[in-house]
T-cell receptor, first 116, second 114 residues
Framework: AQSVTQPDIHITVSEGASLELRCNYS??????LFWYVQSPGQGLQLLLK??????LVQGIKGFEAEFKRSQSSFNLRKPSVHWSDAAEYFC??????????????FGTGTQLKVEL | KAGVTQTPRYLIKTRGQQVTLSCSPI?????VSWYQQTPGQGLQFLFE???????NKGNFPGRFSGRQFSNSRSEMNVSTLELGDSALYLC?????????????FGPGTRLTVL
């Protein structure tokens, strides 16, 4: 069965430091992977996505992620974190549905705290 | 384009009542999916609608239902509310039924059941 694992529940970084959030997936077919961010009381905002092509994908707000098939990973990175990046981050894999389309299977999320 | 809108943003209900939540997708998007988010279970898929038809359903009891209208707007209904139904309900829209269609989320409706 498909699944997404985010090993880190909480991460604290200092403003200006680099960031890497880990994501491992389990999916039998070619994975269609996403990172979403959620601020308190808000919905999910799409940061970036990967389906095929270049394994390093660029997203909004200076984020990037690298797909590594051999490690079943899709880690999110940012070279320099800003205080406004404090939020919860979700990795997700799209699962093909028999009725067409897809559903997202999410990891449990990583809560990012930024120290000033 | 305007994003996905959900109304109301907040709801307080008591056990046994029923509730209806509304979602308006991004203009031109024809597929609407619903997710439930709780601290204990995380984000879980409820169901997906396309062309006024429920195409797929997650593992939720029959108390959870929905529909989609000809303008692609969708509603979900929860009957006989239980305390455990307290959650953030998120609606997502996507262009169609392709596997590669990306889902864009609304701000959610926070439901509290007392």
């Amino acid at each position: 069965a498909q699944s997404v694992t985010q090993p880190d529940i909480h991460i604290t970084v200092s403003e200006g430091a680099s960031l890497e959030l880990r994501c491992n997936y389990s999916y039998g077919a070619t994975p269609y992977l996403f990172w979403y961010v959620q601020s308190p009381g808000q919905g999910l905002q799409l940061l970036l996505k990967y389906f095929s092509g270049d394994t390093l994908v660029q997203g909004i707000k200076g984020f990037e992620a690298e797909f590594k098939r051999s490690q079943s990973s899709f880690n999110l990175r940012k070279p320099s974190v800003h205080w406004s990046d404090a939020a919860e981050y979700f990795c997700a894999v799209a699962v093909i549905l028999t009725g067409g389309g897809n559903k997202l299977t999410f990891g449990t999320g990583t809560q990012l705290k930024v120290e000033l | 384009k305007a994003g996905v809108t959900q109304t109301p943003r907040y709801l307080i209900k008591t056990r046994g009542q029923q509730v209806t939540l509304s979602c308006s997708p991004i203009s031109g998007h024809r597929s609407v999916s619903w997710y439930q988010q709780t601290p204990g279970q995380g984000l879980q898929f409820l169901f997906e609608y396309f062309s006024e038809t429920q195409r797929n359903k997650g593992n939720f009891p029959g108390r959870f239902s929905g529909r989609q209208f000809s303008n692609s707007r969708s509603e979900m209904n929860v009957s006989t509310l239980e305390l455990g139904d307290s959650a953030l309900y998120l609606c997502a829209s996507s262009p169609g039924l392709k596997y590669t269609d990306t889902q864009y989320f609304g701000p959610g409706t926070r439901l509290t059941v007392l």
